[in-house]
């Protein structure tokens, strides 16, 4: 199964969502129904029986149903509408709910030094922007949840027990578990489920708030139906219960073992997951447990299961530890080796790495040589076709191996700058500073009247390093910094994008890949700072898309070379793999018809098509810049950027050969 296949199957479930959630209200409709009708049959028998009339009973009464109905879907829909719109803002929502704290990008604290590192090599690794990581103080067990609309809004969160308990290896396995969810489209369905569970759970409240009437004196008090009510809705709550339960459950179970089975490959080391459960076996009752309120509704995207264990194994949201472990360790025997929370149970050879100075990174400083040359007197690397799209989604080792190094080869004040909100701004704005001197010097000059001297400084501190630096490791920078970027306050967000099409303009030339930058970090800001709803998919078929596949397979054959026949070449070995119909209209366009202004208006439509139009997108995009047979470094830094607007984040591109 590829990328595009989980995310496909990943929107399809929401069907399945979407039966459980009719099938729970319909449930809780019945329920309340003949709640009340019990309730107030009982009530007009008692007034007969005053007036001295016989009492009558009809079991079907269609103006009591239409009312409970509509009163059922009132709280349902309104309750799910209420906690979706708390979610908007994506994982850090999620996060700040849970009592997590955010870590610091440039903590000195060891632990969370060791999962930082962790999370920015598999983002670099995967090629999507590094999540915000926060920390659960209050919890010991080991557990850990990725949460957000999509990897722009992304949050890694684990508890203290995970940061403390775990070895770099486990800690890597659970979070190469928890990226799995990120690429695979999981989160959004998790939000989704959020938000229809507390709907369904609102029926539960409300009883509550009517058995205060209970309190109410008076004579009348007996003839009240309304405590009566209220018990029977906080007992009807718990069907509610029971279908949010077996609602997690359904989307939930399976995807644990894929998410596993995702990390190993991803770390291509068994052992650090296997180890990570065998852990949680091992702190016996704390185990995975969450002590938080909110751990109930957010059972279905812990790492482990944070509630207590329901007594049907229907409604478990987790496999059992050991048959997770045994897909790994068939050898398994089902017992969980002592672990001692206060850490001594760490091999010797981490707690001495902790005492003493780490030791240079020598590969890594002969790689930055490498990376930060400009490389014009070396041959560009070779890069198949072929070898893209099977790549996407599915990062390797290789490429967890090339993005350590390749961050640990960036210069010590590019990396500092990326981790502090005003100086990521610096840093993008530097990427995006002409290389000819006096233009240069012009933009400086008009830079210093739109922001603060502070940045101008950093800006032009940060030029010669950002220069230096070879073109795949443009992008990793921008995803290192743009979870900096999201710190900014809303005022400074404004001017940054402003200053930003500024700059990107003040040459008198827009090109390409400038331009994807921008549209990369606007983007994944935006929404933040608007409180934009993220978008769901509009286009299930390619047709009405065509005239936009159009403008950029026929910008990217224009970036390949200044040729007509090149131009042509390139876009004719494309277009095929669009697999348009026959009546498209799929035509080469003249330069001046996919400028900058054509190409973003048909990414944002583009970025609204379901997975398996984006897949034939980005299969003709590979074979339009690779049709002369050697896709070059910037080619392939574009075609990542590219695609990464759409959702479909590239890893880097790496020497197999």
């Not at 200053?499 to 827009?510: R, V």
Request: with cysteine; charged share 20%.
């Amino acid at each position: 199964m590829d990328f595009f296949e989980r995310q496909d199957k990943a929107r399809k479930k929401t069907k399945l969502l979407v039966f459980y959630f009719i099938l729970a209200v319909a449930a809780l409709i019945v329920a309340v129904y003949f709640a009340a009708l019990l309730i107030f049959s009982g009530v007009q028998a008692q007034q007969h029986r005053n007036f001295g009339e016989s009492p009558q009973f009809a079991l079907w009464n269609p103006q009591l149903f239409l009312g409970v109905a509509g009163g059922v879907l009132a709280v349902v829909l309104i309750g799910s509408g209420y906690k979706t719109v708390a979610l908007a803002q994506g994982g850090s929502a999620v996060s700040e709910m849970m009592g997590a704290r955010l870590v610091s990008p440039n903590t000195n604290d060891p632990d969370e030094r060791k999962l930082l590192n962790v999370v920015e090599e598999m983002a670099i690794a995967s090629g999507v922007p590094v999540p915000h990581v926060y920390v659960m103080d209050e919890e010991d067990g080991i557990n850990a949840f990725a949460a957000g609309h999509k990897p722009g809004d992304a949050t890694i969160t684990v508890t203290r027990g995970c940061v403390k308990i775990l070895s770099r290896d486990e800690l890597q396995g659970v979070i190469g578990h928890e990226f799995s969810h990120i690429l695979n489209g999981d989160m959004r369905l998790n939000l989704r489920l959020m938000g229809i569970i507390f709907g369904i759970l609102c029926l539960a409240i409300i009883g509550r708030v009517l058995l205060q009437t209970a309190r109410v004196g008076g004579r009348g008090r007996g003839q009240n139906p309304l405590p009566l009510l209220g018990l029977l809705l906080l007992v009807i709550g718990y069907i509610g219960v029971f279908f949010g339960r077996l609602i997690q459950a359904a989307v939930s179970r399976q995807r644990e073992f894929l998410a596993d089975a995702s990390s190993v490959q991803f770390t291509r080391n068994p052992g650090g997951i296997t180890g990570a459960l065998k852990k949680i076996g091992g702190l016996g009752e704390t185990g995975s447990r969450l002590s938080h309120a909110h751990a109930e509704e957010l059972s279905h995207m812990f790492f482990g299961n944070g509630v207590s264990e329901p007594f049907i194994g229907l409604l478990e949201t987790h496999p059992p530890l050991a048959e997770r472990i045994r897909v790994f360790d068939p050898n398994f025997d089902g017992k969980f080796p002592y672990v001692r929370y206060d850490g001594r149970d760490r091999p010797p050879e981490e707690i001495s790495k902790l005492k003493r100075p780490p030791m240079p990174n020598l590969f890594g400083t002969m790689l930055g040589g490498a990376i930060l040359a400009s490389g014009d007197a070396e041959k560009p690397p070779v890069i198949r076709s072929h070898s893209v799209l099977p790549s996407l989604g599915n990062p390797t080792p290789l490429h967890l191996k090339y993005a350590g190094q390749l961050r640990d080869s960036l210069p010590d004040n590019v990396k500092a700058a990326a981790r502090e909100p005003l100086d990521a701004v610096a840093l993008i704005y530097a990427m995006l500073l002409s290389p000819d001197e006096t233009v240069r010097m012009t933009q400086l000059a008009e830079l210093a009247k739109r922001i603060d001297p502070a940045i101008q400084e950093k800006t032009i501190a940060l030029f010669p390093d950002v220069l230096t630096a070879a073109t795949h490791a443009h992008l990793p920078i921008i995803n290192l910094a743009l979870g900096a970027l999201r710190q900014l306050r809303a005022e400074q967000f404004n001017q940054f994008s402003q200053t930003l099409q500024w700059l990107i303009e003040s040459d008198g030339k827009i090109e390409l890949f400038e331009f994807v930058l921008q549209k990369i970090v606007l983007r994944h800001l935006t929404p933040q700072f608007t409180g934009a709803r993220p978008p769901v998919a509009q286009y299930y078929t390619l047709k009405p898309l065509v005239p936009d596949c159009a403008v950029v397979l026929s910008a990217l054959a224009n970036v390949g070379s200044s040729d007509a026949g090149e131009i042509e070449k390139a876009f004719e070995t494309g277009a095929p793999y669009l697999r348009a119909p026959n009546d498209g209209d799929l035509t080469l366009l003249p330069r001046e018809q996919c400028g900058v202004d054509q190409i973003d208006a048909a990414l944002n439509r583009l970025a609204l098509a379901v997975p398996t139009i984006k897949k034939n997108l980005i299969e003709a995009c590979v074979h339009t810049v690779g049709a002369d047979g050697v896709m070059t470094e910037s080619e392939a830094e574009l075609l990542r950027a590219v695609a990464d607007t759409l959702d479909c984040p590239i890893p880097p591109f790496v020497q197999t050969e």
